[in-house]
């Protein structure tokens, strides 16, 4: 099938063009060296004149691309949607952690339910925002709550793992099969390192923290809370003895930081 831009570009298929990259709003870049390695498959030039992580002005710009007209019409397609997808990513996870103030770990699992061509790349924003994409700074096993369903129950799905001593242990606490308190319990006495309420109600990780207070293993494991959470909401979880926040759809699924591409004559 012709392509129509070999038609409309004829006249002028030779002659190379410039063009400047410019951020419609502030935010973080991100999204650098997959910006870079797709303009190379198509033949086009791009050069940023920030790096992965630095700060974006609105109006000002970031970059330029070089290239003749069809391939210049190929490079927006593919610059653009990936530097304002990766650095609408990477803005989110930022405004998260400095809204978090150092108190609270931020994290954003959820990257594992983006399509497999993109959660390199999202996973790195998260990263280049000052988040994390994974609950556990060490190597760690997670057991959610089709692992624990399909073991029988929580000290079940602890026991298989109990000799992988290099591994964190991390049980997500549903409140499904029994109380959230008597979850907390099976998963503490059983070897859990991180206990992840994942309910999205507040009241759940109170009643979970106030077990583990109850049985004295406070300083020894971390609570993390997950579901539904707001990132201008995050500094009202300060007070709850929460170690780490996960935060999805707010983060991985936030809004692009728009950027133009605007042909220079």
Request: aromatic share 8%; proline share 0%; hydrophobic share 40%.
């Given at each position: 099938m012709e392509d129509i831009r070999d038609t409309i570009f004829k006249d002028i298929a030779g002659k190379e063009f410039r063009a400047l990259l410019i951020p419609e709003r502030d935010g973080c870049l991100s999204g650098v060296e997959?910006?870079?390695r797709l303009t190379e498959e198509i033949g086009a030039g791009l050069h940023l004149f920030l790096n992965e992580g630095d700060s974006v002005k609105a109006g000002k710009p970031i970059g330029e691309v070089t290239a003749t007209p069809k391939i210049m019409a190929m490079a927006e397609e593919r610059v653009i949607g990936t530097l304002s997808k990766f650095s609408g990513v990477a803005t989110a996870s930022q405004k998260a952690v400095r809204l978090a103030q150092g108190k609270i770990r931020i994290v954003s699992g959820s990257?594992?339910?983006?399509p497999p061509a993109i959660k390199n790349g999202i996973r790195q924003a998260i990263v280049t925002g000052g988040a994390s994409f994974r609950i556990s700074s060490t190597p760690m096993v997670y057991l959610d709550k089709n692992y624990i369903r399909m073991l029988g129950s929580i000290p079940a799905a602890l026991a298989t793992v109990r000799g992988c001593t290099d591994l964190a242990k991390v049980i997500?606490?549903?409140g499904k099969d029994c109380s959230i308190e008597e979850e907390t319990v099976q998963?503490?006495?059983?070897?859990?390192?991180i206990l992840m309420v994942d309910t999205g109600n507040l009241e759940d990780v109170v009643r979970c923290t106030k077990k583990v207070e109850e049985m004295r293993r406070r300083g020894?494991?971390?609570?993390?809370?997950?579901g539904g959470v707001k990132l201008d909401d995050i500094p009202k979880f300060f007070d709850y003895g929460i170690d780490m926040l996960c935060i999805?759809?707010?983060i991985v699924d936030a809004a692009l930081l728009d950027i133009k591409m605007d042909v220079e004559l």
């Open positions: 997959e910006a870079k990257w594992k339910k983006m997500q606490i549903k998963a503490v006495e059983n070897g859990c390192d020894q494991l971390q609570i993390a809370f997950a999805g759809k707010e």
